[in-house]
Structures are given as C-alpha cells and as structure tokens.
C-alpha cells in the first residue's frame, strides 16, 4: 500500500482513539460526531453533503446515532455496492488504573507503560516498537480507520471507480447494537430507494492469536452465532424436615449445568471448525428469602455459540437433554430415598415424581387452553409492564415471563420449561453455493493470494467473536425464525430484532481486522505494521474484486 495511506490510516486511528467513546455513556455522541466531522472534510462529501448523515438509535435515551456515509462511484453507472461496518464505541478505562487519563492518548500511554511493570510478553512487544497500545485503538479504532482512509482514497479518484461504497460506522456494539440494529433497515430503505445490489457486508473488527504463539494473520469468511437456552425449573417446596416429600429445582438444575456445560457433544461443527461448548451463564434458584423451605424454581441459562445449527435444532437438543437430567435426578432420588428407609427401617414407596420437559410454547398453549382468549392480552399487558421497568435485567423479563404464564397454570407438579433468553445472534455460515457466497470467496481468495507479505495469511470460516456481522442476515427456511419468536417470552416487546430486513438482506459477510493483541484489557495494542499496511490492502482487493 502507498505510504501516504499507511500514514492516513495511522493518523486517522489516533484521532478516533483521542475521543474516548465508552458504551452507554454521552461520549458516544462525540464519537459518531467525531467520524461526520473527519469524513466531511473529505473532497467527496463536500461535494455531497447529502451522502453523509446520522442514523439515530430509535428510543434511545442517550440519543447515541451511527454515521452512514456513501460514495457512488462516476465511471459507470453501477448497482454494485459493498456495505462496510466499524463500532465506533469501546469499552470502559477503569482497568487503566491511574494511567486512565492517558488511555485516549497511544503515543504518552506507550511511553508511560515504560515506566511500569507488564507481563512479560507485553513488555516484549512495547520494547519491540512495532506496537501502539490504547483504548479502542485495536476494538477497533484502527479498523474504522481503515474503511475511512480508503473511502477517502478512492473517492478522491471518483471519476475512476465504478460501483457504491456504504459505511456505517456503529454505535453500542459492546453493548445491545442499537447501532447495527437501526442501520439494517437504513440500509434496506438504501436499497429500495437506489436500487443498490449489496454484495457483502464487511466488518474491519480486530483478529488475534487463537492461542499463544500463533503466526497466522487470519481473515474470516461469515460468522459465529449465539443463542441463550434456558431451563426453567419447577420443583416441589417442602419443609427441610420432610425433604424427600419435595423435589429440588436445584438439583435439577444442577445436573442440567453438569450434562450441558462445557460438553463438546454440544459443539457446532462445519468444516471442521468447532465452536466452544456452552457454557452457564447463570444458575441459580428464584426464591428470594432464607427460610427452612426448600426452593421452588430455579433458572439455568447457557451461552451456546453455533456455526450450524438453528434455533429450532438448538431448542430440540436442549428439551432432549433436559429431560434426560430430570429423569436422572427422579431416578437418584429413588435410590437414595430407598436406601435412606432402609438404614431408617421404614417402608419404601416410589416417589411420586414424573420427569417431563416442554418447550415455552407447548406451555403457552396448555395454559391458553385453560385461560381462553384473554390469554395473549394478559401475557401482552405483562410484557409491556416488563418493557417499561428499567430496574430489571433484559434476561430476568424473559423469565418473569415464564413464571407469569406457569403462574396461570392449574398444574403445578414439576416441569422443565425450555426457552431463549435474550439476545439472539444468527451464525452466517457461507457456504459458496449461492452466487454471492461464490464470488466472495473468490474475492478473499484472491485478495490474500496476490498481497506479498512475510506475515502468513489464513482465510477461515467464521469469525470467531460475537458482532453485530450477524445482523446481516437471518434464516429464511420456513420455521426457523418462528421456532425462536415463540420460544422468547415477549418475543416483539422485551426484546425485538429487525428480523424482516436481516433475512431480506441475505448479506454474505465477512471480517478482515487490525491485529493486535489483548481486546477489552488495558495492554490492548495494535501490531502497526499488519494494521496499517497489510490489513488495509487486503480490504482494499476484496472490495475492488467484489466490484469487478
Ligand atoms: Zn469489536
């Protein structure tokens, strides 16, 4: 790549990491200001202001907004367009310490880390030179600027260049991606009004190590996704002095945590890449007193990341499993029961308890039968009540839900209720079997086969962290999306995705990324060489292939 871009790039990256833009907080106002400002004073959105403008977060009560810039190229009249993204936010600087001051500073904080002691490795690569350290400089400061300093490079030649660039650069990515999440339908009302066709979507977020000593520099074709599958457990309370006459929704949820976490039979697999296994993210019983009566809920959720596998199949693996834990833990309690009156010299009889596992929906069709009609209205109320109430964890107004429609219930012999907790992030695995996955493939292929570097590049499938690429599209085969919109209590009040544009966009996306090491601590640095040499022509001939 021309020097001058290098340079470009390198000083874009330090002006955007010298205005701090922490989630949730007014400075991601700035920030989006601070990327309007430096992108109009470029010579093409001075001659098109109109191509440059802010996309608000609707409902949101800082006010946050994201950018959108675009640059319609003049040598030929062309649909062609690429979509690119950066966040524009970051993560908190308190784990700076007393060097929180100089965390939106790259060149006094590399200077003054100097000055302290650092993990070995760290110490190595700030001696080295070669690396800039600072908040959002690596997540992904340098990645935004890399899409800015190209856009400016080429519409500096705009008679020359033949096709539509669209960049969005994103609030609250850290965060519930009220930024991605109001561009997708700026971006289907783009198209609906200039016809564009949409190519890719390419994000410029960060690439590290998979594990420590790795030398490849990889680039991601598609991406993870996540779902949150949660057991709702109802026990039977009894009183701690007859505790064999109820059924614990802990140890229930116990042996659903022991079968499930961390278990490889639950990874993703697709090409050979493997996603981790779930893991919990909570455990714990719903009653909120101490008292000498054994709980009567309990609550188990999982981060499950998938490659492959779609709401519905996730949902079909986790009632199987629980129900297989429920029948262990009736099964135990029998044996230990039987021995217990056996060292008691009392009789023993079964226990009365039936393992049986259903799905939220299965339960809200059993209650709606009982209740009638009112039913939906009564749940709808609720969940609008739950929206309202900002005290309340966005995962616990989920769960809210499911006691509120247990609640309803006349049964009330134990049951696993299986659902998804919030939030929801498709996988986009990209096949090449569609024209678009083909010619990107093509595209990325090219791109690291042609750039001579002594860095060892990799293209892969899958970007292996959680983003907002995963709004770029959604599955369409039928029943998918419903599976999961009647399986998310309040599904559309509590929580709500613009699941409509995601699967009408159909995006074929990919991640091409700064290196750098240590994302979300406070050694986070960017390696400057990759970063602002070879990562930029690299997004440079993918976009330029995608056009051809
Ligand atoms: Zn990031």
Same mark, same amino acid.
């Given at each position: 790549?021309?020097?001058?871009?290098?340079?470009?790039?390198?000083?874009?990256?330090?002006?955007?990491?010298?205005?701090?833009?922490?989630?949730?907080?007014?400075?991601?106002?700035?920030?989006?200001?601070?990327?309007?400002?430096?992108?109009?004073?470029?010579?093409?959105?001075?001659?098109?202001?109109?191509?440059?403008?802010?996309?608000?977060?609707?409902?949101?009560?800082?006010?946050?907004?994201? !950018?959108?810039?675009?640059?319609?190229?003049?040598?030929?009249?062309?649909?062609?367009?690429?979509?690119?993204?950066?966040?524009?936010?970051?993560?908190?600087?308190?784990?700076?310490?007393?060097?929180?001051?100089?965390?939106?500073?790259?060149?006094?904080?590399?200077?003054?880390?100097?000055?302290?002691?650092?993990?070995?490795?760290?110490?190595?690569?700030?001696?080295?030179?070669?690396?800039?350290?600072?908040?959002?400089?690596?997540?992904?400061?340098?990645?935004?600027?890399?899409?800015?300093?190209?856009?400016?490079?080429?519409?500096?030649?705009?008679?020359?260049?033949?096709?539509?660039?669209?960049?969005?650069? !994103?609030?609250?990515?850290?965060?519930?991606?009220?930024?991605?999440?109001?561009?997708?339908?700026?971006?289907?009302?783009?198209?609906?009004?200039?016809?564009?066709?949409?190519?890719?979507?390419?994000?410029?977020?960060?690439?590290?190590?998979?594990?420590?000593?790795?030398?490849?520099?990889?680039?991601?074709?598609?991406?993870?996704?996540?779902?949150?599958?949660?057991?709702?457990?109802?026990?039977?309370?009894?009183?701690?002095?007859?505790?064999?006459?109820?059924?614990?929704?802990?140890?229930?949820?116990?042996?659903?945590?022991?079968?499930?976490?961390?278990?490889?039979?639950?990874?993703?697999?697709?090409?050979?890449?493997?996603?981790?296994?779930?893991?919990?993210?909570?455990?714990?019983?719903?009653?909120?007193?101490?008292?000498?009566?054994?709980?009567?809920?309990?609550?188990?959720?999982?981060?499950?990341?998938?490659?492959?596998?779609?709401?519905?199949?996730?949902?079909?693996?986790?009632?199987?499993?629980?129900?297989?834990?429920?029948?262990?833990?009736?099964?135990?309690?029998?044996?230990?029961?039987?021995?217990?009156?056996?060292?008691?010299?009392?009789?023993?009889?079964?226990?009365?308890?039936?393992?049986?596992?259903?799905?939220?929906?299965?339960?809200?069709?059993?209650?709606?039968?009982? !209740?009638?009609?009112?039913?939906?209205?009564?749940?709808?109320?609720?969940?609008?009540?739950?929206?309202?109430?900002?005290?309340?964890?966005?995962?616990?107004?989920?769960?809210?839900?499911?006691?509120?429609?247990?609640?309803?219930?006349?049964?009330?012999?134990?049951?696993?209720? !299986?659902?998804?907790?919030?939030?929801?992030?498709?996988?986009?695995?990209?096949?090449?079997?569609?024209?678009?996955?083909?010619?990107?493939?093509?595209?990325?292929?090219?791109?690291?086969?042609?750039?001579?570097?002594?860095?060892?590049?990799?293209?892969?499938?899958?970007?292996?962290?959680?983003?907002?690429?995963?709004?770029?599209?959604?599955?369409?085969?039928?029943?998918?999306?419903?599976?999961?919109?009647?399986?998310?209590?309040?599904?559309?009040?509590?929580?709500?995705?613009?699941?409509?544009?995601?699967?009408?966009?159909?995006?074929?996306?990919?991640?091409?990324?700064?290196?750098?090491?240590?994302?979300?601590?406070?050694?986070?640095?960017?390696?400057?060489?990759?970063?602002?040499?070879?990562?930029?022509?690299?997004?440079?001939?993918?976009?330029?292939?995608?056009?051809?």
């Amino acid at each position: 790549m021309k020097l001058e871009l290098t340079k470009r790039i390198e000083q874009i990256a330090l002006d955007l990491t010298s205005q701090l833009s922490v989630l949730d907080t007014p400075d991601e106002i700035l920030i989006a200001e601070k990327v309007y400002s430096i992108m109009s004073e470029m010579k093409y959105f001075k001659a098109h202001p109109e191509n440059l403008y802010f996309v608000p977060v609707k409902g949101d009560k800082l006010g946050r907004k994201s !950018v959108v810039a675009i640059v319609n190229g003049e040598k030929k009249p062309s649909d062609k367009t690429v979509v690119m993204i950066g966040h524009i936010d970051t993560v908190g600087i308190s784990d700076y310490g007393p060097l929180a001051e100089y965390a939106n500073q790259p060149l006094v904080l590399t200077e003054k880390f100097k000055e302290i002691e650092l993990p070995a490795q760290v110490k190595k690569d700030l001696e080295s030179g070669e690396y800039l350290f600072g908040r959002g400089i690596f997540d992904m400061k340098s990645g935004d600027a890399i899409i800015m300093a190209l856009m400016e490079m080429i519409s500096d030649d705009i008679e020359n260049f033949e096709g539509n660039l669209i960049y969005g650069a !994103v609030c609250d990515e850290e965060g519930n991606s009220g930024g991605m999440l109001n561009v997708v339908p700026e971006l289907c009302r783009l198209q609906d009004e200039k016809k564009y066709d949409y190519l890719a979507l390419l994000d410029t977020d960060y690439m590290t190590e998979e594990y420590e000593g790795d030398e490849n520099k990889y680039v991601y074709v598609g991406t993870v996704g996540k779902l949150m599958p949660t057991f709702f457990v109802v026990g039977k309370e009894t009183h701690v002095g007859e505790s064999f006459k109820g059924i614990d929704p802990n140890q229930i949820a116990a042996e659903i945590t022991r079968r499930i976490n961390l278990n490889p039979e639950f990874s993703d697999v697709a090409e050979g890449e493997v996603t981790l296994p779930p893991v919990t993210l909570k455990q714990r019983d719903l009653k909120p007193e101490y008292s000498v009566q054994i709980a009567k809920t309990a609550v188990v959720f999982f981060n499950y990341a998938t490659h492959c596998s779609t709401p519905d199949q996730v949902l079909d693996k986790m009632v199987k499993a629980g129900q297989e834990c429920f029948q262990n833990v009736v099964d135990m309690l029998n044996e230990r029961y039987e021995k217990f009156c056996e060292m008691a010299h009392r009789p023993f009889h079964k226990l009365p308890w039936e393992a049986r596992t259903m799905t939220y929906h299965q339960l809200c069709e059993v209650v709606k039968a009982e !209740v009638g009609e009112e039913f939906d209205a009564k749940v709808q109320a609720y969940a609008e009540e739950l929206a309202k109430d900002e005290t309340i964890d966005a995962r616990d107004r989920n769960t809210h839900l499911v006691e509120f429609v247990h609640g309803m219930w006349s049964d009330k012999n134990p049951v696993l209720i !299986v659902y998804f907790s919030q939030p929801y992030y498709p996988h986009i695995y990209i096949k090449g079997d569609e024209p678009k996955e083909k010619a990107l493939l093509d595209a990325v292929a090219d791109a690291v086969d042609t750039t001579k570097t002594d860095y060892k590049l990799v293209y892969k499938k899958f970007f292996p962290y959680i983003s907002d690429l995963s709004y770029g599209a959604a599955p369409r085969e039928d029943g998918i999306i419903e599976a999961f919109m009647e399986n998310m209590p309040g599904y559309g009040t509590v929580y709500n995705l613009p699941m409509k544009e995601m699967q009408r966009l159909n995006l074929p996306v990919l991640d091409i990324g700064s290196f750098g090491k240590d994302a979300h601590k406070f050694t986070e640095r960017i390696e400057k060489k990759y970063t602002f040499e070879v990562a930029p022509e690299l997004v440079y001939k993918t976009v330029m292939n995608l056009l051809k």
